[in-house]
């Protein structure tokens, strides 16, 4: 069985940075990619980044494009999420998933199997 275990979120000031980390359990050869969603209140859950398992690969919503870095250690089975810059339009629930479906698209949430319960991410202006 697959578990994700989130941590690192916060509330910090713009312009502060925050490293979220998410350590995976049960990961199976099946795993393609790693990544983050995040989800305002109020809003729809939107693509924040993900890194292709094995080729390390990496893919970011213009949104953040510049201010986060994903990366991922294999030997623990651990994705991090490096927010810099933060600004309050960061505020959100950030969820890590896990991509099991051999699609082309790294944005659609549909292709992730497993998700995180979530860390909330609050940035005061």
């Known amino acids: 069985q697959v578990q994700l275990v989130e941590s690192g979120g916060g509330l910090v000031q713009a312009g502060d940075s925050l490293r979220l980390s998410c350590t995976a359990s049960g990961l199976t050869l099946s795993t393609r990619a790693m990544g983050w969603f995040r989800q305002a209140p109020g809003k729809e859950r939107e693509f924040v980044a993900a890194?292709?398992?094995?080729?390390?690969?990496?893919y970011y919503a213009d949104s953040v494009k510049g201010r986060v870095t994903i990366s991922r250690d294999i030997a623990r089975n651990t994705v991090y999420l490096q927010l810099n810059s933060l600004k309050p339009e960061d505020t959100a629930v950030y969820f890590c998933v896990i991509k099991t479906r051999n699609t082309s698209s790294y944005t659609r949430s549909g292709d992730y199997a497993y998700w995180g319960q979530g860390t909330q991410v609050t940035v005061s202006s």
């Open positions: 890194i292709t398992w094995y080729a390390a690969n990496t």
